[in-house]
């Protein structure tokens, strides 16, 4: 085995340990690190196959926005600490069947996919220059792209004025 496989598969199962971790343990906040560890070892992934874009777009949106997500989550939830209530409901199986059938049809998908191995479908000068274009084109994605920043801001302001309490004055 070459050293990128050693890599690869080390960071693999890490990733994997870390996103069963995000859905099994009882603390909110630490299912909140355990997605950090996930996400980082994505970015290692991106690395091993040469995409330093969306190596650098996983660190700095993903990873970031879960840091922000930990922060309102504490504001939200007061006891989130103290709380280690069991994670598992009474609709687990149904949530187990329909994880079991998305993950079926993205294997699908996944298989009906072009051969890697022949190359790039695209120079990837040519796929930055063209996705870069794309966000900021008025006949692109800027639409979506600015909905979803208002969106944003709308959930971090909602979460801060659920997450703040009256004073006895008002």
Same mark, same amino acid.
């Given at each position: 085995m070459t050293v990128p496989q050693i890599i690869f598969l080390a960071t693999a199962a890490?990733? !994997?340990?870390?996103a069963l971790m995000v859905v099994t343990v009882p603390r909110l906040v630490h299912a909140g690190l355990w997605l950090i560890l996930a996400l980082g070892g994505i970015a290692v !992934?991106?690395?091993?196959l040469e995409n330093g874009f969306l190596a650098v777009v996983q660190v700095a949106i993903y990873i970031d926005a879960i840091a922000i997500l930990i922060i309102i989550a504490v504001m939200l939830t007061r006891a989130v600490m103290s709380d280690t209530d069991p994670q598992i409901n009474r609709m687990w199986l149904a949530s187990a069947l329909a994880s079991l059938i998305i993950m079926a049809g993205l294997l699908v998908i996944v298989s009906q996919a072009p051969d890697a191995s022949r190359g790039p479908l695209v120079d990837a000068e040519v796929g930055l220059d063209a996705l870069g274009r794309a966000l900021v084109d008025v006949d692109g994605f800027i639409l979506p792209f600015e909905v979803a920043s208002v969106l944003l801001v709308a959930a971090l302001v909602g979460s801060i004025m659920v997450a703040m309490t009256p004073t006895r004055g008002d």
């Open positions: 890490v990733t !994997l340990i870390a !992934l991106f690395i091993l």
